[in-house]
């Protein structure tokens, strides 16, 4: 069965950078759209940043386009996010995620078929 596991949240200042990992399992992940989301208390989850495990083509947010990359290594079967420059605004729980191909407005409303249990990212001002 597919695991994705988060890991890398933590306590930072605004301005400053953290990487989150996942280490996904259980499959092969090639043709797969591999995404992260988040979600900020008192909030609805959203779609943070995605990237297709084949060919590594990026979607993201407007709100962290400039500051957070998204990015993969098959050889460890992990994907990443960098994020800079944080703001308290990106304080949430960030979720790894998992699907088959398939559109991009699909991916941004979450429509993923394996998540993970999330890590905390907190920004403090």
């Known amino acids: 069965q597919v695991q994705l596991v988060e890991s890398g949240g933590g306590l930072v200042q605004a301005g400053g950078s953290l990487r989150l990992s996942c280490a996904a399992s259980?499959?092969?992940?090639?043709?797969?759209?591999m995404g992260w989301f988040r979600q900020a208390p008192g909030k609805e989850r959203e779609f943070v940043a995605a990237i297709t495990w084949s060919v590594g083509s990026t979607y993201a947010a407007d709100s962290v386009k400039g500051r957070f990359t998204i990015s993969r290594d098959n050889a460890k079967n992990t994907v990443y996010l960098q994020m800079n420059s944080l703001k308290p605004e990106d304080t949430a729980v960030y979720y790894c995620?998992?699907?088959?191909?398939?559109?991009?407005?699909?991916?941004?409303?979450?429509?993923?078929?394996?998540w993970g249990k999330g890590t905390l990212v907190t920004v403090s001002s």
């Open positions: 995620a998992a699907a088959p191909h398939r559109i991009v407005v699909i991916i941004r409303q979450g429509g993923m078929d394996y």
């Open positions: 259980g499959r092969t992940f090639s043709g797969y759209t």
